[in-house]
């Protein structure tokens, strides 16, 4: 007979199945046909990935996100990561002088996680130019966007968790602002066989975009506009399997495989590996399909454990084609509580 608590995984997993695989009637949560919508998505800075190792590994990152980026990629792998307490930094250096930082902080229970996370895309300084001035008027602007979010994730079993994340955007355009609530959704599942999971994720759904205020008045002999036009989000469902083999006793690699399905693009079929050395070298790359600039990305990391914390710095650099390499750092922190004996106390001040 079929437990409770399996009967709850299956309807979980049911759920995600039917979510990704159906357009919703409010907003189409994931549109069937992204390739026919090439382009019709707003809000791009929410697609840029969030920490090295997620990018080395060919962003194949929805069943591995059991560290200080998890709700970033699956608010679920909040409840796996390896101490109570965990923060995360990123930052790249983008294409075209573009700056991207992000910050994540989490803690959890034996039952439940928090995490707050935030991101900000600073375009710098842009000439302003008009079909008159096209070299430039000599003045500039700023396109800059930012998020904060908030998730809640939940431990069903020692093996199932769900999670969910809440999160602010706003795009400042020179005068004209974007603001828009957007919601993640994930689970991860781990299935029993050495340490092989299976990782689902929604993320980025919610209303259409659009930007407030009026439209700018136009030169003689265009027709004016009354609103400006909207733009759906940029919804993007994630479902992936991640192993660890032990090679030998100081050797191990992780295999990871997402498939990826962009409501404004073509699916996508994601894979990495890491290669890891005494668990303080690691060597990652990673591949992702159907796309026409770039693909490849590698990287390694550094970690360090010691009694009081747990530290990783990773690097990334992943290739954008006529665009060229983007490179990518971040830093892994989680603070480890060792637990005192039962009688500690009594022994202190003791001789």
Do not use: C
């Amino acid at each position: 007979m079929v437990g409770g608590s399996t009967r709850r995984i299956l309807g979980a997993l049911v759920l995600a199945a039917v979510l990704g695989a159906t357009p919703a009637a409010a907003g189409d949560l994931i549109r069937l046909f992204g390739e026919e919508n090439a382009g019709t998505a707003g809000a791009q800075f929410l697609r840029v990935p969030a920490g090295a190792r997620a990018v080395a590994l060919g962003k194949a990152y929805v069943a591995v996100a059991t560290d200080g980026v998890a709700p970033m990629w699956n608010p679920a792998g909040i409840m796996r990561t390896p101490g109570r307490k965990n923060f995360f930094a990123g930052h790249t250096e983008y294409t075209a002088g573009i700056d991207l930082h992000h910050l994540a902080f989490h803690v959890r229970g034996q039952n439940f996680g928090y995490a707050i996370t935030a991101g900000i895309l600073r375009s710098g300084d842009i000439l302003r130019t008009t079909e008159l001035h096209q070299q430039g008027t000599g003045q500039f602007f700023h396109a800059n966007q930012f998020f904060v979010g908030a998730s809640l994730a939940r431990a069903m079993t020692d093996r199932f968790s769900l999670g969910g994340t809440v999160k602010f955007y706003q795009e400042n355009l020179d005068e004209y602002r974007i603001n828009a609530l957007l919601a993640d959704l994930g689970i991860l599942y781990y299935v029993g066989l050495g340490d092989l999971r299976i990782g689902f994720a929604v993320r980025n759904f919610g209303g259409d975009l659009k930007p407030g205020g009026s439209p700018p008045a136009l030169a003689d002999g265009y027709q004016p506009t009354g609103e400006f036009q909207s733009f759906p989000a940029p919804t993007v469902g994630t479902f992936g399997t991640a192993r660890t083999w032990q090679l030998t006793r100081r050797l191990d690699l992780l295999t990871t495989a997402d498939f990826n399905h962009p409501s404004d693009n073509n699916e996508s079929f994601r894979m990495g590996t890491e290669l890891g050395l005494n668990r303080m070298l690691f060597l990652r790359g990673g591949y992702e399909t159907s796309r026409d600039e770039g693909g490849l990305a590698a990287g390694f990391g550094l970690q360090l454990k010691r009694k009081q914390f747990l530290l990783r710095i990773d690097y990334a650099y992943s290739d954008m084609g006529t665009f060229g390499v983007v490179h990518h750092v971040s830093v892994d922190l989680s603070p480890l509580v060792r637990r005192k004996a039962p009688d500690a106390w009594r022994r202190k001040g003791r001789p």
